[in-house]
């Protein structure tokens, strides 16, 4: 029996050695392997800048005279790194030589699990950001000169109870809105990324459907 015109349409982009529609496999692959480059690009890029600017801080920390919060910073952001480098191995094994479609569902299903694990890093490093200002400034000679001056702080164990109960209670919100807000930075740095992925998987999945 003849096939019909859909599943003509559908074969076109589904199988890469079809015959039929190559115009739409053409499309497609384009579409598929341009945004998918783009965020390679993309990642590739914040990972080498994250790994400079955490040296630029580390330096400039020792200049001010805040070393504690340039040494914490570093190895939070190296860390972040080199997590995301053994991911992005994942990232550069998906195969090229199947069909657009199995191509950026390899992509997308890689990038769910990418975006899962950095936001359940992020419920831990936001936190340990803010302490790591914390305890730099801390350390700083400007807030000891503080807490010795006339209006001494409230202080237990060497330590100003009223501004721990502070760090404390902002590293806890920080903690369990630590996801939300990995989301937010993913959204403005890879938004439209993320929106011409998703436009691009449902129409292949109306295709199939």
Do not use: C
């Not at 995301?84 to 479609?101: A, M």
């Not at 699990?113 to 950001?129: E, G, H, V």
């Not at 109960?165 to 990324?193: A, E, H, P």
Request: charged share 20%.
């Amino acid at each position: 029996m003849e096939k019909s015109i859909e599943a003509i349409w559908k074969d076109g982009f589904l199988e890469s050695d079809a015959l039929v529609a190559p115009k739409l496999n053409n499309l497609y692959d384009q579409k598929s392997k341009h945004i998918i480059d783009k965020f390679k690009r993309m990642f590739k890029i914040n990972l080498i800048a994250i790994s400079i600017g955490s040296v630029i801080i580390l330096a400039a920390s020792f200049l001010v005279g805040i070393p504690v919060m340039g040494v914490l910073l570093f190895l939070i952001a190296n860390a972040i790194v080199i997590v995301n480098r053994r991911l992005q191995k994942g990232l550069l094994k998906i195969k090229l030589n199947v069909n657009s479609y199995q191509y950026i569902k390899a992509f997308d299903g890689w990038l769910q699990k990418q975006l899962t694990i950095n936001s359940k890093m992020a419920r831990i490093y936001y936190p340990l950001i803010f302490l790591s200002l914390v305890l730099g400034f801390w350390f700083s000679n400007d807030i000891q000169d503080i807490i010795r001056g006339p209006n001494q702080i409230l202080m237990v164990y060497g330590i100003p109870i009223f501004w721990g109960l502070g760090v404390l209670i902002i590293s806890g919100v920080l903690s369990y809105f630590g996801g939300v807000i990995y989301k937010w930075d993913v959204n403005i740095m890879y938004g439209n990324v993320f929106k011409k992925l998703s436009e691009i998987l449902n129409d292949m999945e109306e295709l199939r459907a």
